[in-house]
C-alpha cells in the first residue's frame, strides 16, 4: 500500500531542549493510524513539523511523494493536509455557517474567486456536514457561543469542508462529553470509509485510539518507542512504562 | 413588511434625505459634505481595522496622497511650478471651470493609483505584522508621510499648497462637495456591502477571528489583506482629492496626513458605531460629527477636552460600539437563532 505521508529521521530541538529526534514514521493511505505518548514527548511537534509551522532540522517529510518540510503552512493545506488544533480553533465571531463557507478548499484562487459571491452548492454542502456533526440547528448561531465541545465537532466540520487528503487529528476527544465519543468514533470511521480521508489522530484516551487506529506509533521523550497494532502496543512494556513515568 | 420593502423604504429615504439636506439646512452645507467625508474615513478604516482586526493608524496617508495628487495635477496640467510661485504661491490659481473639473477628475484618478500601488507596497511589507506592532508601524508611517511631504519643495514642502481657486460658474463649493461626498460614501457603502456578503468578507472576518487558523486551512491571507487595504486607499484617495479643494488649503502635517486628528477620527468613529459592522461607521461618524460639531458652538474653548471626554466615553463605555451593543443584547436581530429543536447536546 502506498504512504501518502513518510517522514524520514525527523529532528527538531528549541534552543537545548531536543522534542523530537530521529523520528519516522509511515502513514499509508486510506488508513487510520495513531500517534500516542506521555504529555510532552513531542507529539505535537511533530505534528507542527508536518503541516509547516516550523521547518525540521533534519530529516525529511514526503507527501504523496513530495518532499513538504520547505513549505509554507498555507501551501501544505493546499495540497491537501490539513490539522486540527489541540485547543480548538474556529472563527469565534462568525456564525457556524460561515466557519463552514470560508473553509472550502482553498487551492485556486484568482482575483474573481477572492471576492466571489456565496455558491449554493457550497452552502448545501456545508449544511450537510454540519448536520453530520450535529450542529446543523445552531449553523446560525456564532461559534464563540457553543460549547467546547460543539466548537471541537465544528472545527472537524470544518476540516472536512475542505476536502483534504490527509487529516492530522489532535486530540479530536478531548472535552467531548463521554456519552458523544462513541458518535465521534463512529463518524471518524465513516469519514475514513466514505469519503476516503486518511487520518492520523494524536490520543490520550486509549479506549477511543485501541477502537479507532489500525497501527499505533508511541513516542516517549521526543523518540519513537514502539509501533505496531493496538494489542501490540497494549503490551508493550516499554510503553506501559513510559506513562507510568519509569523513565 | 417584507425585507425588500424594507430596504426600499430604508435606502429610498435615507437618498432622498440627504439629497435635499443641503437645500434644507443651507447655512451647514459644509458642515454636512464634511459628514460625508467622515462617514468615507469610519467606512474605509473599518475594512482594515473593524472587518479584518489589523487596527491601523495610518491610513490618513492614503488620504494625503489623494489630497496632494489632486492639487499638483489641476497645478500642472495649466501652469508650471515658477508659474504658480509667482502667484502668491498659488493663492491666485484661477482655473475656468471645464479646467477645474478636468483638474479634479484626472488629479483624483491620479491619487487612487498612487495611493493602491502604496497600499499594495507598503501592505505586502508590513501586513504581515500582527496587532500592536502593526498599529504602532503604521503610526510611524503616517507621521513619516507628514515629514517627507514637509520635505519636498515640488509639493510645497513645509508651507503646504493653496489649492486652485474655486471657479464661478458651478455654483456653490461646499454644495459641489457635499454631493461629490455622497456619491462616494454611496458608492463606498453599495460596494462593502456587496464585498462583505460574499467571500472577501468571510475571508477577512477570519483573518481577524484567527490568523493562524486561517492560514492553517490554506487562505491565502497576504492576497486578502493587501486587497482589503487597497481598496480603503482606494476610497481615502478619492476623498482626500475633493477635501484639499473644499479646505483650499493643504498642509503636510495639520490637513493633508492628519494623524492626531482625522487619524484617530476614523478609529473613534468606527469604534463608537461598532467595527466590523456595515452600518456601525456610518452610525458611528453621524453621532461622533454632529457632537463635535455642536462642542464648537456650545462648548467653545473647551471643545478639545469635550472631545477628549467624548473618546474616553466611547473606548470605556461602547466598547464594542453602538452594533456591537445591540448585537450582544439582541443576537435575534442578527439572525443568529437556534433553527429546530437542539440536536447536538450540550447547552448553548
Known amino acids: ?247 | 413588511m417584507s425585507g425588500v420593502a424594507r430596504n426600499v423604504v430604508l435606502y429610498g429615504g435615507l437618498a432622498l434625505v440627504s439629497l435635499a439636506a443641503p437645500w434644507i439646512f443651507p447655512a451647514y452645507q459644509t458642515q454636512l459634505a464634511f459628514l460625508w467625508l467622515m462617514v468615507l474615513f469610519a467606512l474605509s478604516w473599518d475594512i482594515v481595522g473593524g472587518q479584518m482586526g489589523y487596527n491601523s493608524f495610518g491610513n490618513v496617508i492614503y488620504f494625503g496622497i489623494g489630497m496632494y495628487a489632486t492639487v499638483v495635477v489641476q497645478r500642472d496640467l495649466y501652469y508650471t511650478v515658477e508659474e504658480y510661485a509667482e502667484l502668491g504661491g498659488g493663492i491666485e490659481l484661477l482655473l475656468t471651470p471645464a479646467q477645474y473639473l478636468t483638474g479634479l477628475g484626472l488629479g483624483m484618478g491620479l491619487g487612487v493609483l498612487i495611493a493602491v500601488a502604496t497600499a499594495a507596497i507598503l501592505g505586502t511589507g508590513i501586513l504581515s505584522l500582527r496587532g500592536h506592532y502593526f498599529a504602532i508601524c503604521t503610526l510611524g508611517l503616517g507621521v513619516a508621510a507628514g515629514e517627507f511631504a514637509s520635505g519636498w519643495d515640488y509639493i510645497g514642502a513645509g508651507s503646504g499648497m493653496v489649492a486652485p481657486l474655486f471657479p464661478d460658474g458651478l455654483g456653490e463649493r461646499s454644495l459641489l462637495f457635499y454631493y461629490i461626498f455622497f456619491a462616494l460614501s454611496a458608492l463606498a457603502f453599495v460596494t462593502l456591502r456587496w464585498l462583505y456578503s460574499g467571500r472577501f468578507g468571510l475571508a477577512i472576518n477570519a483573518i481577524r477571528d484567527d490568523e493562524d487558523k486561517a492560514e492553517a486551512m490554506g487562505l491565502r491571507t497576504t492576497r486578502y489583506k493587501t486587497l482589503a487595504w487597497c481598496i480603503a486607499a482606494f476610497f481615502l484617495a478619492i476623498a482626500g482629492g475633493g477635501a484639499g479643494n473644499l479646505i483650499g488649503f493643504i498642509d503636510p502635517t495639520d490637513v493633508a496626513f492628519a494623524g492626531s486628528t482625522f487619524g484617530v477620527w476614523m478609529v473613534l468613529m468606527a469604534v463608537l458605531g461598532g467595527k466590523g459592522t456595515l452600518w456601525g461607521p456610518v452610525i458611528g461618524a453621524v453621532i461622533f460629527h454632529v457632537t463635535q460639531e455642536l462642542f464648537w458652538i456650545y462648548l467653545f474653548g473647551w471643545q478639545r477636552v469635550a472631545l477628549g471626554v467624548l473618546i474616553v466615553v466611547i473606548v470605556v463605555f461602547f466598547p464594542e460600539g453602538i452594533m456591537g451593543y445591540l448585537r450582544q443584547r439582541r443576537p435575534d436581530w442578527f439572525g443568529e437563532t437556534v433553527a429546530e429543536a437542539d440536536d447536538a447536546g450540550g447547552g448553548r
Not at chain 1, 17 to 42: F, K, M, Q, T, Y
Not at chain 1, 89 to 99: A, E, F, I, S
Not at chain 1, 173 to 190: E, H, M, Q, S, V
Open chain 1, 1 to 247: 500500500m502506498n504512504a501518502i505521508l513518510e517522514v524520514t529521521n525527523a529532528s527538531k530541538a528549541f534552543g537545548g531542549v531536543i522534542a523530537n529526534h530521529d523520528i519516522s514514521l509511515s502513514v499509508p493511505e486510506g488508513r487510520i493510524i495513531g500517534l500516542i505518548g506521555p504529555n510532552g514527548s513531542g507529539k505535537t511537534t511533530l505534528f507542527n513539523s508536518i503541516v509547516g509551522y516550523h521547518p525540521i532540522d533534519a530529516g525529511e517529510i514526503r507527501f504523496e511523494g513530495r518532499e513538504i518540510s520547505n513549505l509554507r503552512v498555507p501551501q501544505i493545506a493546499r495540497l491537501g493536509l490539513l490539522r486540527t488544533f489541540q485547543q480548538t480553533r474556529v472563527y469565534t465571531k462568525m456564525t457556524c455557517l460561515q466557519n463552514m463557507e470560508i473553509s472550502v478548499s482553498q487551492d485556486r484562487e484568482g482575483f474573481a474567486d477572492m471576492i466571489a459571491r456565496p455558491n449554493p452548492e457550497v452552502v448545501g454542502k456545508a449544511e450537510a456536514l454540519l448536520e453530520f456533526v450535529g450542529l446543523f440547528a445552531k449553523r446560525r448561531l456564532r461559534a464563540g457561543d457553543l460549547s467546547f465541545g460543539q466548537q471541537k465537532l465544528l472545527e472537524f466540520a470544518m476540516a472536512l469542508m475542505n476536502g483534504p487528503k490527509l487529516l492530522l487529528l489532535d486530540e479530536p476527544t478531548a472535552g467531548i462529553n463521554p456519552t458523544l465519543i462513541n458518535g465521534l468514533i463512529d463518524r471518524l470511521k465513516r469519514v475514513n470509509a466514505d469519503l476516503g480521508i486518511t487520518l492520523l489522530v494524536i490520543e490520550h484516551n486509549m479506549r477511543v485510539i485501541m477502537n479507532l487506529a489500525e497501527h499505533i506509533y508511541c513516542l516517549a521523550h521526543g523518540e519513537l518507542l514502539a509501533e505496531g497494532s493496538p494489542e501490540a502496543i497494549r503490551d508493550d512494556q516499554r510503553v506501559i512504562d513510559a506513562y507510568l513515568g519509569a523513565h
